[in-house]
């Protein structure tokens, strides 16, 4: 009888004891590891560039990270004059409104880019019926209707416009677009008026590449002289911080933050990544007119990035971490462009069809934990 009490107590016993455990593992959560948004929100807005299909709910793994990791967003392509005013007569805001209802619905901060480019803009914005270059105050006129209607559009809801983008040559003189061929350098300050005019709340913002090359940073400091002597509204200067494994120094793009704090302007980096394919050309630059044709010889990492290559990746985005966490003061948005590798430009340019790893997020949507975790470990 003791012996059937003491089997029957055990039983008892471990029927229980599987009852308080698994109660247990429903109350007790796993460990979840902060977010780049958690970690480094005293310091800047961590911030994505997102497609079409990400705006509009359809890459729902993309999504989830986009609202998990992320607190302010950009438009790769929805917001460019080309996508919402192809047509003298014609507006098409359907993707650009998905883009910033999807920023609202998360509470990011959204960006709107570009008011004013060279690229991706139609012809007809600087020609006449006859296909004949408009003047001046033609194109002024185009430049002032469009800048008003896009912003005031979304005002309240974009909090931050590139406003002109890419408008200086390497060595600080000005892209000779049309935009300056016809209207001249002050092209630039009309665009920044009319934003403001719009939304005075907005941010308003300047964005280029390479400006950590001291010929070119020269060009946009005077033109920041200029716009604030003239009390011109600009918030800040975006370096899109399109970079390598080797270049450009840290030290040349520290010096970048510096000079521009001493010009009391912030400085963005807004269109960041890292390319770990080998260079097809000395100098190449951001430009997206640049082109080539496919050669093995510049896509070594066709199937997989090596493990050396990876942590070189992990340490070049600590390095600039480190130096923006160290230049907080003079930075609110760090901007990655894209979210995973299958969504980088740099897949396509400037070479067609290679296969590169320059953000955060493998292309099956997998993190690399090397490299966020290097980028976290900065603070």
Not at 232 to 251: F, K, S, W
Not at 256 to 267: G, P, S
Not at 276 to 289: G, K
Request: proline letters at 4%; glycine letters at 4%; hydrophobic letters at 40%.
């Amino acid at each position: 009888m003791l012996n059937v009490n003491i089997t029957q107590f055990l039983m008892v016993f471990l029927f229980l004891q599987v009852i308080v455990s698994e109660a247990y593992a429903q109350t007790v959560k796993p460990k979840v590891e902060p977010s780049l948004k958690e970690i480094f929100k005293d310091k800047f807005y961590m911030g994505v560039a997102i497609n079409r299909s990400q705006a509009e709910g359809k890459d729902k793994k993309a999504v989830s990270i986009i609202s998990d990791q992320f607190n302010s967003i950009s438009p790769e392509n929805d917001l460019k004059w080309e996508k919402i005013h192809p047509k003298k007569d014609v507006y098409d805001f359907t993707h650009a409104d998905a883009y910033v209802d999807f920023g609202l619905r998360n509470n990011m901060f959204v960006i709107g880019h570009t008011l004013v480019w060279h690229s991706q803009t139609p012809d007809w914005v600087f020609e006449d019926s006859n296909g004949k270059p408009l003047t001046r105050e033609a194109l002024l006129k185009v430049m002032q209707n469009h800048i008003t209607t896009v912003v005031i559009r979304y005002k309240g809801k974009i909090k931050g416009w590139d406003v002109v983008n890419e408008a200086f040559n390497e060595d600080g003189s000005y892209r000779k677009s049309k935009w300056y061929s016809i209207i001249g350098e002050d092209f630039i300050e009309k665009a920044f008026e009319y934003a403001h005019a719009a939304y005075p709340n907005a941010e308003l913002y300047y964005n280029d590449y390479n400006l950590y090359k001291p010929e070119k940073r020269a060009g946009v400091l005077k033109l920041i002289e200029r716009l604030k002597a003239k009390n011109v509204a600009l918030t800040a200067v975006g370096e899109q911080g399109h970079y390598g494994l080797n270049t450009p120094l840290i030290d040349e793009v520290e010096k970048t933050i510096t000079d521009f704090k001493k010009a009391k302007v912030i400085v963005n980096f807004t269109e960041l990544d890292i390319n770990v394919l080998p260079d097809i050309a000395e100098n190449v630059t951001a430009d997206v007119s640049n082109n080539a044709v496919y050669n093995a010889k510049y896509d070594p990492y066709k199937k997989s990035l090596p493990k050396e290559i990876s942590k070189k990746l992990a340490d070049r985005y600590g390095s600039f971490f480190k130096l923006f966490v160290k230049h907080a003061d003079a930075i609110s948005r760090i901007t990655f462009w894209g979210v995973t590798d299958a969504d980088s430009w740099l897949n396509n340019w400037p070479m067609p069809g290679r296969t590169n790893y320059p953000l955060l997020y493998s292309k099956d949507y997998k993190p690399k934990n090397d490299v966020i975790n290097t980028i976290k470990s900065t603070l």
